[in-house]
């Protein structure tokens, strides 16, 4: 029997599976679009509930406004995973509909300080998960550490790279080839994860290697926020005025995917702890040297390919410190490209191998069969 489940985004975005390679969008929408394809094409009957002005099967994926189904609809599927958790009213009620041994999934992408994490703090709504669908481990243990989680109802799911990364060197491609020097930099997350920090770090960074680019790929237009709206605009104007910068703002991802392509490095003096990171992931899969900082799950999800420092307290030292770092890994690049090329191939590889959609969401049915067969016994 064909497994029915449904992903809701509470949050109320207009997008389907095709919107993240038309337009920008935001991380945890763009891998719920994703994995619902993936999961779709292995053969489940998905269904993708949220904001959708153009309701319709995409990619194998049927779109629906949360308008168009009822409470009791949800009583159609056998599994209901809510992206990032919703109010604990709205939460109860649907944990009462889905009766019959019908499961609900918490697919959680922020960290245990954010206020999404209410739906997980309070005793009331905790108790109507059935499990809980993680990004990381450092993100699960502050979970387990902070709610005192059952560990047998966690799970670590990570993210994975976006359908558009995954061939941009096909194996026996110069992966070297295609990098400029001097080096073109890239900056790809939102504006407040560390953009200010990256623009301090710019003319350090300049006077030690001259020529110097950096083109930043930033806005919250992936979030639905109109530009005259966004709070960074200030913010992007000191990216135009700054020597070496140029700002883009966000793209689709295959219009990222090709400037990565042919980026030497990616630039994030992150002063956020991420749950995951599928920029950094993306910027791997790119063959781009990674700078970023040693901080939440950007360890787990580097892997080892990336040069990772320590975060201090005061933004000025961390853009001395970045500008330093990135300096050093890139004139190691230069000056011994062989070594580089063969630490390239190696990323590239691990990365497109083992952070695909598909594999990820092998992964998903795999854990969905346990937790409907532990139903079943």
Known sequence: MTVKIAFLDPAGGDYTPDTPRLHPLGGSQSALCYLAEALAAAGLEVTLVNGTRTPGMVRGVRCLPAGAVPWE?????????????????????????????????????????????????????????????FVSRWQ????????????????????????????????????????????????????????????????????????????????????????????????????????????????????????????????????????????????????CLVVSSALGALPETTAGFARLIPVPEDPAEHAVRFADAAGAALVQWRDDRAAAGRRLREQVDHVTAGMNWAGRAGDWLAWLDELRGDHRK
């Open 73 to 133: 609809g949800m009583r159609a599927f056998d599994v209901v995973v809510l992206l990032n958790g919703c109010p604990t009213e709205a939460l109860t009620r649907l944990r009462a509909t889905l009766d019959g041994g019908r499961k609900l999934i918490l697919w959680m992408q922020h960290a245990v300080d954010q206020p999404a994490a209410q739906c997980v703090a309070e005793p009331q709504a905790r108790a109507c998960w059935d499990a809980f669908a």
């Open 140 to 287: 699960m243990d502050g979970y387990l550490k902070e709610f005192d989680l059952d560990r047998r109802l966690c799970r670590i799911l990570r993210n994975g790279i976006a359908p558009a990364f995954s061939g941009l060197f096909p194996a026996g491609a110069d992966i070297m080839a295609g990098k400029p020097w001097p080096p073109v930099l890239a900056y790809t997350s939102t504006p407040f994860r560390g953009l200010d920090v990256l623009l301090d770090s710019v003319p350090r960074l300049r006077a030690a290697i001259p020529g110097t680019t950096v083109r930043v790929f930033s806005s919250l237009e992936g979030y639905q926020v109109p530009a005259d709206q966004d709070p960074y605009a200030a913010l992007y104007q000191r990216c135009r005025d700054t020597e070496g910068v140029d700002y883009v703002g966000a793209v689709s991802q295959g219009a990222l995917a090709e400037a990565l392509r042919g980026a030497t490095g990616f630039a994030y003096p992150n002063r956020f702890a991420e749950t995951s990171c599928i920029a950094v992931m993306e910027a791997l899969a790119a063959g």
